[in-house]
């Protein structure tokens, strides 16, 4: 069946690191896909998404570029703030063009940015 | 918008004793959805809704499971003869038709 694979935290980095979250799927289909964000004591937030080979998805300087090729959806930041810091889980959805609901998503990667 | 709502936050029971979960969707969403999380892992998905209409059940949901939506509005999660394993944070979610998913903060329920 379908599953996500991404990098097993804890990351723990300095402010203005260079942020890389490594993620690699499977899928049958054409999935979307997704990364979803949890700061401490929130739940689960959409942080970016991508529908379909060679979009990127964007949001708040985090960027990822589905790559069919490798069959990966790897996360980045170029400069991490201290507020960064939470829980980011990589996710993909079989029902295509963007729709959510069954959702499948990776074990999550904790990060933490020190000042 | 007032965002999901889940209540309890936090619940312990015995084993074998039934407890009952609540999600307040957004107020617009037609769509609910319930994922559970254990420590450690990232949610799983356990049954969607449409309106009032249980569209999906992942094999995770055994028959000691049952969700409802019965006006489609709020659901409720309900596991009888909880056991150990049960031990995990209930996640809600709701969406309107092809918009993001938004969560709760989740229901955790500790099973001694």
């Known amino acids: 069946g379908d599953s996500v694979t991404q990098m097993e935290g804890p990351v723990t980095l300095s402010e203005e690191a260079f942020l890389t979250i490594n993620c690699t799927y499977t899928a049958t289909g054409y999935p979307s896909l997704f990364w979803y964000v949890q700061y401490p004591g929130e739940g689960l937030q959409l942080l970016l998404k991508?529908?379909?080979?060679?979009d990127k998805g964007s949001n708040k300087g985090f960027e990822a570029t589905y790559r069919k090729e490798t069959t990966s959806f790897h996360l980045e930041k170029g400069s991490v703030q201290v507020s960064d810091s939470a829980v980011y889980f990589c996710?993909?959805?079989?029902?295509?063009?963007?729709?959510?609901?069954?959702?499948?998503f990776g074990k999550g990667t904790k990060l933490s940015v020190k000042p | 918008d007032t965002g999901v709502s889940q209540n309890p936050r936090h619940k312990i029971t015995k084993r074998g004793q039934n407890v009952t979960f609540r999600c307040d969707p957004i107020?617009?969403?037609?769509?609910l959805y319930w994922y559970r999380q254990t420590l450690g892992q990232g949610p799983e998905f356990l049954t969607y809704f449409q309106n009032e209409a249980q569209l999906e059940k992942s094999r995770l949901l055994s028959d000691r499971f049952s969700a409802e939506r019965p006006k489609g509005s709020f659901s409720t999660l309900e596991i009888q003869r909880t056991e150990q394993g049960d031990s995990a944070m209930y996640l809600c979610?709701?969406?309107?038709?092809?918009?993001?998913?938004?969560f709760g903060n989740g229901t955790r329920l500790t099973v001694t």
């Open positions: 991508a529908t379909k080979a060679d």
């Open positions: 979610a709701s969406s309107a038709e092809n918009s993001p998913l938004h």
């Open positions: 996710a993909l959805s079989d029902q295509g063009g963007g729709s959510q609901g069954n959702l499948i």
């Open positions: 107020s617009e969403h037609n769509r």
